[in-house]
């Protein structure tokens, strides 16, 4: 689930007064000298949308030196006149604690002063608050409240998280066909995480007929975005051959797109390839450094697969002790063959 919403540009959604409307059109096509000049001459007037529109370019270092501080000084003009996105745009900084103390609670009350307003990404962030008991008592019931405001606005985000709600039966009676509904709405806008769920209910048959191709269909739309769940969804589909013929190359090309993003499975995955040589020549090198990257992120079986080749010297130099090492490791992390190798090793006098 997509924790919250970032955004920080400018919107135009309003009705802004002319002067206001050339300094939005400057700062979108990059000519931030005329925005500042524009938004500073407006704000000097108390005029609160130009007040946001500062706080924008100090916020992002338009034009200016980003600074934070500023910033926040310009958003809360505006805010304290009503302004919903300068009131959502600080929350987003105490959220972050950017130029400010991390503070979840002072975020949830900026986000709350700009939802109350029909803000749809502060609504969508303050159910994201409730979902993870961030800076609140974690409440599915008021996430979905706020999930569902944002939703009815369109935003696909929300949309998307009020679909896992349904999916997981968190604060609502568990509804499949709910949760698909939500999640084609987002996925149609090209929202990866709800293509990438959509991909996730076909090949498990949630609430549908189990269907490969569909699911295929989906993983691959979330995939082109360069979402790493989807590609490597669908590099275990070509690695299993289910819903498509088997193509271990195909397999590889997916995980090492996945991979390179840092996603831990796809690093594992591709040290399997490379250690029984499935699409590639047998390289146990190669495994050891795919192994390594999961490892570091502490994927127990990487851990465990990496003292194997320590005890049996397939890519480095057998080294019992080093096995051990990793073994432990691996059985720190709850993988129970890490805990028997290692015992293994400990009654072989390692």
Sequence with gaps: MKKLIVSLGLALTLSFGSTFDEG???ANKGDYKTALTVFEELASKNDADAQYGLGVLY???YGVKQDYKK???WYKKAAVQGNANAQYNIGNIYYNGNGVKQDYKKAIEWYEKAAVQGHAMAQSNLGSMYNFG???KQDYFKAKEWFEKAAAQGLSAAQHNLGVLYAKGLGVKQDYKKAIELYEKAAAQGYTDAQNNLGNIYINGHGVKQDYLKAKEWYEKAAAQNYADAQ????????NGKGVKQDYKKAIELYKKAATQGYADA???LGIMYENGKGVKQDYFKAKEWYEKAAAQGDALAQNNIGFLYVNGQGVKQD???AKEWFGKACDGGEQMGCDNYKLLNQKGY
């Design 24 to 26: 939005v059109e400057a």
């Design 59 to 61: 916020n992002n270092g």
């Design 71 to 73: 910033a926040i000084e």
């Design 134 to 136: 961030h800076g609140v």
């Design 232 to 239: 490597y969804n669908l590099g275990v589909m070509y690695s």
């Design 267 to 269: 690093q594992f995955n």
């Design 320 to 322: 019992f002790k080093k």
